[in-house]
């Protein structure tokens, strides 16, 4: 059964740091990432993984936040330091299983956690 349990969110004044974990189990995913969505916007990508291990970041993020993958516990890891106010949304896990060219906002993941809270206080 496809399953993933995302942990870590809460709140944090701005420039504090969390990690956020996604546990997942079904699959030896080819590609598992993180989305946000802030209230009243849209989904956006933050960061993704392949499974021979290349990491790719949103411009937004880029030098902040740091993805890491635990392969033995499959369960993926976001780093996130120097929060800022916007970096607020629910954060989503996502994971897919289909080889492919890339894993970033163009992959249509198949695969979604139930997501976890970040509030950055200002």
């Known amino acids: 059964q496809v399953q993933l349990v995302e942990s870590g969110g809460g709140s944090v004044q701005a420039g504090g740091s969390l990690r956020l974990s996604c546990a997942a189990s079904g699959y030896n995913y080819y590609c598992m990432g993180w989305f946000r969505q802030a209230p009243g916007k849209q989904r956006e990508w933050v960061s993704s993984?392949?499974?021979?291990?290349?990491?790719t970041y949103a411009d937004s993020v880029k030098g902040r936040f740091t993805l890491s993958k635990d392969n033995a516990k499959n369960t993926l890891y976001l780093q996130m330091n120097s929060l800022k106010y916007e970096d607020t949304a629910m954060y989503y896990c996502?994971?897919?299983?289909?080889?492919?060219?890339?894993?970033?906002?163009?992959?249509?993941?198949?695969?979604w956690g139930q997501g976890t809270q970040v509030t950055v206080s200002s």
């Open positions: 993984i392949s499974t021979h291990g290349s990491t």
């Open positions: 996502a994971a897919d299983p289909l080889p492919g060219s890339y894993c970033d906002m163009r992959r249509g993941y198949l695969h």
